[in-house]
């Protein structure tokens, strides 16, 4: 059995495992231990169980009581917390794997102090920073780029070829910046309030009186119909957005190791 380590309480890790698992380890049985409160969204974590782990509680003693053989441990590889080391896995874990994306590997190496578990397997799925990737390879085997292939829903709603799609899960604030940087852009190339047609894809609760909500996951699907993208610049939105990077706009926003404001620099290059 695998057991994902999925820490962070937002959509990003999630929406990462579960594109792995889709594509690396078709049929497994996977358990995702997480305190994302989208764990409970089967379009989201799909056919795998959950498990919650409380915000700011140790994974280990999930991890023990589950005795996976495989663990795979999603951004963070010394967990979150720096509590996975060498010696703090279970016995039962006979491989184990990372997901690598960019971090503020300084400001993250202050928390996960101690040494890092060994990896059979270190998948890339962005350039790193030059001392990230350094530190990676002296705990990994093996370590290669992987382009992650995220599972397509059955089902994709229409959506207006001049649509302009704002994608963000959240906070509420941060996705109203996103709605006024759509606007301004908007105004900015000449178009009429009347003609802007601002479409929001954002989780219930997330509500504003200038755009349409749809509650919609995945989002990329919508992409090719979309005549704008607008994201923050998290790792999942700027690789699904990629073959329309001609019409995806980002702000990236500050976050307590996710580096999006390297992410989004090297994306507009």
Known sequence: MIACYA???????????RAFLHAM???????????????????????HRTVKVPPGASYLTALAELAPTELIVDA???????ELTPSALPASIRTTTH???LLQWTRYRAVATRPLPRYDQTWTVEPLTGEHHADLAAVST?????????????????LDGDAWLIVHSGPAAEVAELIAYAEETAAAEGL????????????????DPRVRRLDVYPAWP?????SRIITAAGCNAVRQAAPWRD???????????DDQFTRAARARR
Do not use: C, K, N, Q
């Open 142 to 158: 093996a370590m290669a780029p992987l382009d992650l292939v995220d599972p397509r829903p059955a089902d994709v709603p229409a």
């Open 25 to 47: 380890r078709p049929g497994r049985d996977a358990v995702i231990l997480t305190s994302s409160p989208h764990a409970g969204d089967p379009r989201v974590v799909g056919p």
């Open 7 to 17: 820490a962070g309480g937002g959509l990003g890790h999630l929406t990462r495992v």
């Open 76 to 82: 963070f590889p010394g967990g979150l917390y720096g």
């Open 99 to 101: 997901l690598a994306r």
């Open 192 to 207: 009429p309030p009347s003609s802007r047609r601002l479409v929001l894809v954002a989780p219930p609760g997330i509500e």
């Open 222 to 226: 919508l992409f090719a119909r979309a």
């Open 247 to 257: 019409r995806h706009r980002m702000i990236p926003f500050p976050r307590l190791f």
